[in-house]
C-alpha cells in the first residue's frame, strides 16, 4: 500500500491547521499513524489520494447511512445549488424538513434547525434552562455531546484518547454546573438528584452509547432516568446525534420506547453536510426567539443546499421498503462472523451492537456495560487491529472507542471482506 501522497498532504497540513486536521480524531493519533487524505468516494467505498480503494466502515462518522455520493441526494444538492446557496430568509425547504422530522421522530412537535450536533446540544441545554429556570444538568461519564464547554467534561472518544478528559479553556464556573452520572446506574443519578433539590434542569444521555463505543442501555435504565425527569421536574434530553434516523426512522427513542422532552439531531439528519437540529413540544419550542426569552440564532441554520440534502436523506430512509430490517440482516451478518472469528482465534474481545453500530473492544473483560469497563480495553492493540485492517484494504475508525456502522450500501461481498479482514488480523494481534 503506498501511501506517499497522503504522507505529503499530511505534512504540508499541518503546517497551516492545527494537527493537520479539522476535528482531532481524524488525526490517527491513537493508532500510532498517519491519516490518509482521501480524495473521493462512492456506494460503500472511498479512495485515498494515491488511488487506494478501502471498503469504508466509518461513513464520515455515522452521516452516510446509505452510502457516500448518493445520487438521491446529490441530485437535490444541484438542484438547490442552482437556485443559490444562502438567502439568510426562510425558505420552503425549511418548512418540508421541520414538517419532516416532526413525522419521523415521535417526541418532536416542533423543531429549529441549527449546523452542527455540537450547536444542537449546546441550545437544547440552554432551552432546558430557560424553561424549567434551573441551572444544573447532569451527564454520563464516556457519553458525549459535542465540543461545548458544559460537555468536555469526561466527554468520551476524542478527549479520552488524546488524554484531555478535562480540557483547558473550560471555566471553573462552567464545569461545577455539570454533574456527572454513571451510564446504566441509576443509582448515581438518584445520588445527584437527591443532593441538588430543585437545582437539575435536565439530564442529557446518549440513549445508546456511540461514543465510548457502542454501550446498550440497559433494560429499563432510559425508563428510569424518564420517571427521575419527570418526578423532579427535570427536563430529559436525548442526544440522538448518532442514534436519529440510524436505529429505526424514529432514533432510539422509538426503537427503545422511551420519550424524551427534547431530542437533539445531526449526522444523518444533514445527508452528509453540516446540519443539527433540536426538537420538543410545542410548549418547550415555544420558549426559543423570537416568540420566547430563550435566544439562539445562526446565520446560515436551515440554509436550503442543506435542507435539500437532509430532506433527500429523510425521504429515501422513509420510502426505501424493508431499509432497517436489511440493515438490521447486515449487521447480524458481521456480528456472527466476528464472534465466530473470535471464537476460532481465542482472542479475548466484547463485541457491542445495536443495529448497524457496533464496537469491538479489545479486553479481558467479560462484557462492557459503562465507561469504566470499556477503559479495561487494550488501545495499543486496537492500533494494530486498526493497521491490519488497513492493509487488508478495511476502513475503520481510527479509535478503540468508536463506531463501526453498516450502511445500506454496503453489499454482501464488502461484509464478508470486513469478515476475513478481521479474520486474518485476529490471528496475528
Ligand atoms: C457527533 C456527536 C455530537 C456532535 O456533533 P458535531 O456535528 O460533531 O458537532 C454530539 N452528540 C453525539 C452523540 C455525537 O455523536
Known amino acids: 500500500m503506498n501511501v506517499e501522497k497522503s504522507k505529503i498532504e499530511f505534512q504540508r497540513a499541518q503546517k497551516s491547521i492545527p494537527g493537520g486536521v479539522n476535528s482531532p480524531v481524524r488525526a490517527f493519533k491513537s493508532v500510532n499513524c498517519d491519516p490518509l487524505v482521501i480524495e473521493k468516494a462512492k456506494g460503500s467505498t472511498i479512495e485515498d489520494i494515491d488511488g487506494n480503494q478501502y471498503t469504508d466502515f466509518v461513513s464520515s462518522w455515522g452521516p452516510l447511512i446509505i452510502g457516500h455520493a448518493h445520487p438521491d441526494i446529490l441530485a437535490a444538492i444541484y438542484e438547490a445549488a442552482s437556485k443559490g446557496t444562502s438567502f ?10 421541520a414538517e419532516k422530522i416532526i413525522s419521523m421522530v415521535p417526541s418532536i412537535e416542533k423543531v429549529r434547525m441549527v449546523n452542527s450536533g455540537t450547536e444542537a446540544t449546546m441550545s437544547a441545554i440552554r432551552l432546558a434552562r430557560g424553561y424549567t429556570n434551573r ?11 459535542g465540543h461545548g464547554d458544559s460537555f468536555l467534561i469526561k466527554a468520551g472518544s476524542g478527549a479520552i484518547t488524546l488524554g484531555l478528559p478535562d480540557s483547558p479553556g473550560v471555566t471553573k464556573g462552567v464545569a461545577v454546573d455539570t454533574l456527572i452520572a454513571d451510564y446504566n446506574n441509576l443509582e448515581s443519578v438518584e445520588k445527584l438528584f437527591a443532593e441538588r433539590k430543585n437545582q437539575i434542569s435536565a439530564i442529557i444521555v446518549e440513549p445508546v452509547a456511540g461514543n465510548m463505543g457502542v454501550v446498550l442501555p440497559k433494560e429499563g435504565f432510559l425508563q428510569g432516568l424518564r420517571d427521575i425527569c419527570t418526578r423532579e421536574g427535570a427536563l430529559l434530553i436525548f442526544d440522538e446525534v448518532i442514534t436519529g434516523f440510524r ?4 432514533g432510539a427513542q422509538e426503537f427503545h420506547g422511551v420519550y424524551p422532552d427534547i431530542t437533539t439531531l445531526g449526522k444523518i439528519i444533514g445527508g452528509g453536510l453540516p446540519v443539527g437540529a433540536y426538537g420538543g413540544s410545542k410548549e418547550i419550542m415555544d420558549q426559543l426567539a423570537p416568540i420566547g426569552p430563550v435566544y439562539q440564532a445562526g446565520t446560515l441554520s436551515g440554509n436550503h443546499l442543506a435542507m435539500a440534502a437532509g430532506l433527500a436523506m429523510l425521504d429515501n430512509l422513509t ?3 424493508g431499509l432497517y430490517a436489511e440493515l438490521e440482516r ?9 464472534k465466530n472469528n473470535l471464537k476460532k482465534t481465542g482472542v479475548s474481545a466484547v463485541l ?4 448497524s453500530m457496533m464496537t469491538l473492544f479489545f479486553t479481558e473483560n467479560k462484557k462492557v456495560t459503562s465507561f469504566n ?11 494494530k487491529y486498526f493497521k491490519l485492517s488497513l492493509e487488508s484494504g478495511i476502513y475503520l475508525a481510527p479509535s478503540q472507542y468508536e463506531c463501526l456502522f453498516i450502511s445500506y450500501a454496503h453489499t454482501d461481498e464488502d461484509l464478508q471482506k470486513l469478515i ?3 479474520l486474518n488480523a485476529l490471528k496475528q494481534l
Do not use: C, Q, W
Open 88 to 97: 439568510g430568509a426562510p425558505t420552503h425547504y425549511e418548512t418540508l424538513m
Open 135 to 145: 441551572e444544573l444538568i447532569v451527564k454520563f461519564a464516556g457519553n458525549y455531546h
Open 247 to 250: 436505529l429505526a426512522p424514529g
Open 319 to 321: 420510502k426505501t421498503e
Open 330 to 338: 447486515k449487521s447480524a451478518f458481521v456480528e456472527n462472523g466476528i
Open 352 to 355: 457491542n451492537r445495536v443495529g
Open 373 to 383: 469497563e470499556a477503559m479495561t480495553s487494550d488501545s495499543n492493540r486496537y492500533a
Open 420 to 422: 476475513n479482514a478481521n
